[in-house]
Structure formats: C-alpha cells, structure tokens
C-alpha cells in the first residue's frame, strides 16, 4: 500500500497536478521538480510517486520543501503504470500533466497547456512540442514537432507525443481507466488508444514546453516482451467495437515502426539472435521496409546510429549490419550511403545548435564520402530549420539558415546551398502567408527566387506572392514542407 506525506498549508484544490513517478531516478529528480515549481502559472500541485526506490529519492524530494509538493510512497515496486495511477488517483486538479522523473518542464508549460484547454473545452488531451537533449548533457540535440491534431491511427503507428509532453483531464483518464499495468512496456501505446476509441479529441499546441533526457549507454531490457505487449495492445485495439474500418485498414502496418524500433534497439545491444528474428518478421509482415536504395530499414537505422553524439555511428552501423540474418546481407551495400548520411546529418545538425567545430569536422568527413543531397533530405533539413523558428524567432532562424546553408556549401557546393536557401524562404514564406502575416512574404519569395529561380514556375508559390500584395490567405497544415 502507498504511504503519503503533504507540506503543511498547501493551498487549496489546485487546478493543474503534475504527477512525477520516481524509480531510481534521484540523480535528476530534483531539477525535474524544480522545473515544475519554477512555473508561470502559480495554481498547481506536484505529486512525487516514490515507486520503492533503493537510491536517495527520499532525500531529494525533502530538499524541495515546497507546500504544493505531495509525496507519495510505494512500499514495494509496482512498475510505471501503476506509480502513475497513483499520482493521478491522488490528484486534486481537474487537469493532470504526467512528468517522467528525470525530464523537464519549462518556465511556461502550465501556463500555455491552461490557457489552450480553456480556450479548446471540446480537447481532452493537449500536447506539446519538445527539447530532444543529447545524450547524457542539457544540450538540445533537435526539437520534436509532433501535429496539430492526431487520431487513433496516429497513436496506433508510432509516438506522435511522450508522456511528459501531454496534459490530460482528469475526468477523461479515470473513464478511461487510467494505466492497465497488465499492458507491460505498452501502457504509453495503450491508454492514448482505449482513450481515442472512447471519443478523445487530442490537439497539439505549436510550442516547445519541455526538454526530454537520454542517457548514454542505458540499454532497453526485454525487447520480446516489449514486442509482445505492444502486439497486445495493438490487438485489444482492433478487437474493440468501436474500432473505426479506417483504422482497421492499418493492422497490417501497425507493428512497422514498432519493430523498427526493437530492431534498433536488439542490434545496438548486440541481441543478435532476437534482432534477426524481429527483422525476418519485418520482412513477412512490411516487406517494403527492404525494398529501394537506401531502404526504409536501413534509412531508420542510420537515423538511430546518429542520436547519440557520442557514439562513433560508422563503428555503430557496421555492428549492426554484421548481425542482420544472411539472408539480407545485400543490405549491407547500403552501408557507405549511411555512414555517408550520418556524418551529413550530424554536421548539419550541429551547426542548426550552433555546434560550429564538431558540425564542420562531421561535415568535412562527409564530403570525404561523398554524402550526397536528394529531394527528401532537403525537405527533412528544411523541416528541421523551420521548426527552430518557430521556437526562437524569425531572427534567430535566420542566423540558423546561413549556419546551415554554410553548411550545405561545404559538401554539396554553392548551388546547393542555395537551391537548399530557397526551399527554406519560400516555406517561411508560405507559413508567415497562412497566418495571416502577408507584409513580408513577396519580398521573401523575392529571395527564394534570387536562389532558385526554378520556383518562377511553380504556380502556388507565384500565386501566394500575388494573394499576399492583395491581403489573401488560406489556412495550410502547420509544418507541411513545401518541395
């Protein structure tokens, strides 16, 4: 049974309760709640759910002394499902803002989540954009921008928004069930799911309002079971009579990135054995996830070798094509076109974050391998450059474009850069032209144009820098990258 403590004269019924469950997580907890006291808006609690910890979690929590600070204790280690049921069963707020124990929030989380869902009463779940840290460091390593909305076949495929990025209702997670401990591994797959399918409207707010840690060298356990409680949940989905045909159309495609995932993840931790079996179900389930040059798979592994500065990827990529089955060892002449790409990303990468000599040193490798520019990756780099405006200002995004246009230069020449110059002004151009912010827009299409003048055929874009002179504008998907 739990045990709880609360600070004296804590105020009275808080509107928002962040909910930290806490195992083993000492060495970060105490800035994890920090980030939470420090918020902008002053009507919250925080419930710390100590789920049996055998490290200093004790100690760190009492150094936060704080009367909206509530501490909770399981006698014996029920899991993370269940030490997040706690938090949300204990909770006094009408919203519930779930917080892994070593991420964090900042200053105006709360504030931008309160104020969205006051103004959106029909949204049940609210999500944000996010840091993504390097690993084992406070560096931002990229930003995650999921979409404006999702819906069961978003949180059926992939991760569109972690736990310590959503904001729920409390009403809507107690009718929904809370957490099903019984899902395993799969409990951030299976909740969204049983809530969508119960008529929750999700919406994300274009903001980054949190950071997530990695850490370098922490491995993922019991792959299999993973791979099994995902299949689980998945299963329980599509079993339910509310699934909707739309989403019953994806069963097939389910599994993809999961597996992708666990394939990753078998291969980094040398599960040789368990990897080829995830990948010769791959192969029977996804087939197209091996076809083209460079395949799905192999694109996803290099994006996977990449997230960790740290790690030498070139030694990481040759790792894991040593241990894919026989049978695909073919994949394997993909191999210099990945380290190749990883080197290109990685340098671009670390000048978007201001990372000048390592950004150039990776770069420099990259030419050396003759890492090359296609019409995906420069939309993909694109994406990345736009996102990084929106978060700092279109100053600061323009700094980050000649940074990473300098970049471009240095391993694919001037024209380029520029044609990579001019995919990002006239997407800058489309998003200031949708919202509504036409001043600017034919003189950024001017620009676009100086760069590229390929665009002087594309009709929308012609169109926009005219409707733009006249005051026009249309709404368009926020993110969408215009090719």
């Given amino acids: 049974m739990p045990t709880s403590s609360e600070a004296p004269g804590a105020a009275s019924r808080p509107l928002v309760s962040v909910v930290i469950p806490a195992y083993n997580q000492a060495a970060f907890l105490g800035e994890t709640i920090r980030s939470v006291l420090s918020q902008t808006f002053p009507h919250f609690e925080v419930i710390v759910v100590n789920d049996a910890s055998t490290d200093d979690t004790d100690a760190v929590v009492h150094t936060c002394a704080d009367p909206r600070l509530r501490y909770v204790r399981h006698e014996t280690n029920a899991g993370l499902p269940s030490a997040r049921n706690t938090g949300i069963r204990a909770a006094t707020g009408d919203l519930v803002a779930l917080l892994d124990a070593d991420d964090l929030f900042l200053p105006g989380k709360l504030e931008a989540h309160v104020a969205f869902m006051a103004a959106r009463p029909e949204v049940d779940v609210s999500y944000n954009a996010r840091f993504e840290l390097n690993h084992s460091a406070t560096t931002i390593r990229e930003i995650w921008q999921p979409p404006d909305t999702v819906g069961l076949v978003d949180l059926m495929l992939g991760f569109p928004f972690a736990p310590s990025d959503m904001v729920a209702r409390r009403a809507r997670l107690l009718e929904a069930g809370l957490f099903d401990p019984r899902m395993g591994s799969a409990e951030d797959t299976d909740l969204p799911c049983r809530m969508a399918l119960a008529g929750c409207r999700f919406a994300g707010i274009g903001r980054v309002l949190n950071a997530r840690r990695y850490h370098s060298g922490r491995g993922r356990k019991h792959l299999q079971r993973r791979r099994d409680d995902v299949a689980r949940a998945l299963e329980a989905v599509f079993a339910d009579p509310r699934c909707p045909p739309g989403a019953l159309g994806v069963r097939g495609a389910a599994m993809t990135h999961h597996l992708m995932v666990l394939v990753s993840l078998a291969l980094m931790q040398h599960e040789t054995g368990l990897a080829r079996a995830f990948v010769r179900e791959l192969a029977r389930t996804a087939p197209t996830v091996l076809e083209g040059h460079p395949s799905a798979l192999v694109s996803f592994l290099m994006m996977e070798s990449v997230a960790d500065d740290r790690l030498d990827h070139e030694a990481l990529l040759r790792e894991m094509m040593d241990q894919l089955p026989p049978e695909l060892a073919w994949l394997e002449g993909q191999l210099a076109w990945a380290e190749a790409r990883g080197h290109l990303w990685k340098g671009l990468r670390s000048l978007l974050w201001e990372r000048t000599a390592p950004g150039h040193a990776h770069l420099a490798r990259a030419a050396d391998l003759h890492a090359g520019f296609d019409a995906p990756f ?106």
């Fill in 378 to 483: 420069t939309q993909f780099v694109t994406s990345h450059v736009l996102t990084y405006e929106r978060a700092f200002g279109s100053s600061a995004g323009r700094s980050a474009l000649d940074r990473v246009a300098d970049g471009v230069r240095q391993v694919g020449g001037r024209r380029c850069a520029r044609r990579f110059k001019a995919s990002v002004l006239v997407n800058q151009a489309f998003e200031r032209f949708h919202a509504g912010v036409t001043a600017g827009v034919p003189k950024t299409v001017a620009r676009a144009l100086v760069n590229d003048p390929s665009y002087v055929t594309n009709r929308g874009v012609l169109s926009m820098a005219v409707r733009s002179m006249l005051g026009g504008g249309r709404q368009r998907p926020r993110g969408a990258v215009v090719p």
